[in-house]
């Protein structure tokens, strides 16, 4: 057994594996386009190591896509077979059992059983943030991190992306000008650290400054040009930037080149690109046949069921597009899903999931009505969906437009009011825009003559 880079031993006995598996401890904490190349190769030197066959479990569900459940279980078996020589290791091997069990939170609550003896676990630490991430479980994760950072030395390996997932968590948790700090200490420590940098373009989105998120990105390409497709979703944060400041060619741009550079089905990508065209839509901007890539792509991702927040992206573009046949039937197994109670999952597609399909497929349909009432009665659970503020707020966009096109001018100024109460007070063009139409709404009422 030796020892990695952060401290913690590994069932590892040569020198080749363990550099293997260092460098892809510090990819993935990168979102390093490197990492499946490193795990690849820790694996053929050590085709025993039980912890690196969990780790490639693990990363397999967080991609969040059905076909690759077969490969996860075998990655589990590999796992079972192997060499865990510690507790710790175990864990995880225990964590990807239960996920594949269908319970991703008694994942995240076996890979934090390694915290509990070790709070500053870096491995632990970055696969329960992204556990928690997609499951909504914003003080979960960070507490952890709380807990973490005051015993993490300025000379640990791991501090400065360790700093950028509390910027994250800060960020989620409207402890914005904390997350600014720790975001930017962390990107001086890990110039690469694209996580920490996109936190702070997070925290630039929730307080209404899109142009010091922009004077905060540009410059720094080089922080994540190295990455996976994480790139495109930094390059998102970019165009959201530019549209707050109207300059809608230059986001229709960044959507071509940056954004859909590669027609991936990746969820998180096509969660990225029909958020944006979406929004775009809402501003009255044409967007030509860009629906039509992501309607096909997901026309093939139905039956996926992964994720909820997946699935809503999913709905986006079929609405979009005009696919009736396919958004009735992805609507109908979000229903069935809600109803399946076998799983994690089921609560989650059952609300907000349900409400929310309905709501979109009626906003498609032009029914603004049903669309507003179904939108607003799942808006209370949306954190449970996953996601960031800033990618569920594109929901938030269509529920207050759905409301102003239904006449519900009240209820969506309450929406409003919560929505600039999140963001500490701050209010973006959109949300200034929607007041004004409403004030423009009410002006021809309030300027009829008494009878």
Known sequence: MQTDLFGSDVSLDNSASLAEWNALQLAFLAHGASTPDHLGATLKAAPDFALGHATKGLFLLLLGRRELIATAREALQAARQGRADSARERAFIDALAAWLDGSPERAADRVESVLDSDPTDTLALKISHAIRFILGHKGRMLARLNAALPRIGEDHAAKGYLLGCHAFALEENGFYADARKAGEAGLERAADDAWGLHAVAHVHDMTGDSRGGLAWLTGKEAAWAHCNNFRFHVWWHKALMHLDQGDHATVLDLYDHKIRAEHTDDYRDISNATSLLMRLELEGVPVGDRWEE??????????????????????????????????????????????????????????????????????????????????????????????????????????????????QLGKVEDILDARSALRDGAEDSFARQRREMINDLRRPALAVPAQ
């Open 294 to 407: 992501l309607a096909d792509l997901s026309e093939t991702r139905i039956g996926d069921g992964c994720l909820i927040f997946a699935d809503l992206h999913y709905l986006l573009a079929l609405v979009s597009d005009d696919r009736d046949a396919a958004t009735h039937q992805l609507v109908a197994r979000i229903v069935a899903d809600g109803q399946a109670q076998a799983t994690d999952y089921a609560p989650v597609f059952d609300h907000p999931g349900v409400a929310a399909a309905h709501g979109l497929e009626a906003f498609g349909e032009g029914n603004y009505a049903q669309a507003f009432q179904s939108l607003a009665a799942a808006r209370p659970a949306m954190q449970r969906a996953g996601g960031s503020h800033a990618q569920r707020d594109v929901f938030e966009r269509i529920t207050i437009d759905a409301g102003i096109r239904a006449g």
